[in-house]
C-alpha cells in the first residue's frame, strides 16, 4: 500500500509556471506507475500524465502536451508535474495517483488505485 501528498499549488498569472510535488510513502514506490489527473469544478476528473515506474515512458493529454513535464525520483518516492505557460482553463484540483506495475500508462481514473488528497492551483490575473 501507499500514501499520496500532494503539495506546490497556488495561485498563478497566466504564462507562469509551478511545480507540484506527490510524496509517496512505502518502500516500493519504484514499482508503481504514477500519474497526475485534475478536476474543475462541475467536471470530470480527468487525465493530465503518466509515468512509467523506472521512468522512462510518459504520457500526455493532449491539452498540456508540451507545457507539463512528469517526472519521478525513485530515490525520493517523488513524483513531480513542472507546469509552464499556464492557462485558465488549467484551474483545478490535481490529484496524483498510483497503480502497480500495469502493461503500459492507464489513462482512466477507475484503474489507479491509490489517491492523494489533491492540492488547488489556480491561474488567475
Known amino acids: 500500500q501507499v500514501q499520496l501528498v500532494e503539495s506546490g499549488g497556488g495561485l498563478v498569472q497566466p504564462g507562469g509556471s509551478l511545480r507540484l510535488s506527490c510524496a509517496a510513502s512505502?518502500?516500493?514506490?519504484?514499482?508503481?506507475?504514477m500519474g497526475w489527473f485534475r478536476q474543475a469544478p462541475g467536471k470530470e476528473r480527468e487525465f493530465v500524465a503518466g509515468?512509467?515506474?523506472?521512468?522512462?515512458?510518459?504520457t500526455y493529454a493532449d491539452s498540456v502536451q508540451g507545457r507539463f513535464t512528469i517526472s519521478r525520483d525513485n530515490a525520493k518516492t517523488t513524483m513531480y508535474l513542472q507546469m509552464n505557460s499556464l492557462k485558465p482553463d488549467d484551474t483545478a484540483v490535481y490529484y496524483c495517483?498510483?497503480?502497480?506495475?500495469?502493461?503500459?500508462?492507464?489513462?482512466?481514473?477507475?484503474?489507479?488505485?491509490?489517491w492523494g488528497q489533491g492540492t488547488q492551483v489556480t491561474v488567475s490575473s
Open positions: 512505502g518502500r516500493t514506490f519504484s514499482t508503481y506507475t
Open positions: 509515468i512509467s515506474p523506472s521512468g522512462r515512458s510518459t
Open positions: 495517483a498510483a497503480v502497480g506495475p500495469t502493461l503500459g500508462i492507464p489513462r482512466r481514473p477507475q484503474e489507479y488505485n491509490y
